[in-house]
């Protein structure tokens, strides 16, 4: 009679637990899988307007009196997600806030069916393009930074290409004497972690350089690939090679060292000149 008792008592606990059980969503309703299909179709633009709306709390569009011909497609599918019934409507304006999709899942929606939009960013989801370049530690070889043929660096840097192809390195400078220079060359050594030097660029600097006014170039790597001032490029040098060099591999550092400076008056100076 116990045994019997016992497993009844069992029977009834399963059958309680499986009436109880959260129902599996299969598949998205019809609705939500309109709203979805709607929001993939949608322009990045579009889609990023649909994220600020649902941002802004999901007004109602105000389409009332308007002819059809002027309402916006993202307004349709924000018409469409406010007549969702309240889960899927809930986890559509989940997902275009928080870029979480647990609630679609848990209405039967797959990633295919959601799309490849990561609400967060507005665009599609993507692993971030690494940069071709690598900066290098960028500075004078000496102490002190005193202006050298009378011309003071200002600043500057320098960067290899990743796959040992290429290298860039650009410079700012000032005229710190007081007759106009027209002709400053200056060379890159690139070094490695032991301070060895590997290779060199150099730049051929020719123009009109009046005393004290900032010959400027591009300030970093960054500034350099996303500008458009062409002028900057004359105080840049570089290198592109059609296969891997090692000392570009093994770059770690880069300095800068005057060579010559020509000036307006026929005078030269180069360090074996100095005093």
């Not at 997902?95 to 069916?113: K, V």
Request: aromatic residues 8%; contains cysteine.
């Amino acid at each position: 009679m116990k045994v019997r008792t016992a497993v009844f008592l069992l029977a009834t606990v399963a059958a309680l637990s499986t009436a109880i059980a959260k129902p599996v969503v299969a598949a998205p309703s019809p609705a939500l899988a309109k709203v979805l299909s709607g929001l993939r179709n949608l322009s990045d633009s579009q889609f990023e307007n649909v994220v600020r709306w649902a941002h802004s709390g999901a007004p109602r569009p105000s389409t009332l009196g308007r002819p059809s011909m002027s309402i916006g497609k993202e307004e349709w599918v924000e018409s469409d997600i406010l007549n969702l019934p309240d889960p899927g409507r809930r986890a559509v304006l989940d997902w275009l806030r928080s870029g979480s999709r647990a609630a679609l899942y848990a209405r039967g929606a797959t990633d295919s069916e959601i799309g490849s939009r990561n609400p967060r960013r507005g665009g599609p989801e993507s692993t971030p393009t690494p940069n071709p370049y690598r900066s290098l530690e960028f500075g004078s070889a000496t102490l002190g930074g005193a202006p050298v043929g009378q011309i003071a660096i200002l600043n500057g840097w320098a960067a290899v290409k990743r796959d040992g192809r290429g290298a860039h390195a650009c410079i700012s400078f000032k005229n710190a004497g007081s007759v106009t220079a027209t002709r400053v060359l200056i060379e890159f050594p690139i070094m490695d972690d032991a301070g060895a030097q590997l290779g060199r660029l150099e730049m051929d600097r020719r123009g009109t350089f009046s005393p004290g006014i900032d010959i400027n170039g591009w300030d970093s790597l960054a500034s350099w690939q996303r500008g458009s001032n062409r002028g900057y490029d004359e105080n840049c040098t570089g290198i592109n090679m059609s296969v891997a060099a090692f000392p570009l591999l093994a770059a770690r550092f880069v300095s800068y060292r005057i060579l010559r400076v020509e000036y307006t008056d026929g005078t030269v100076w180069t360090p074996a000149a100095a005093p």
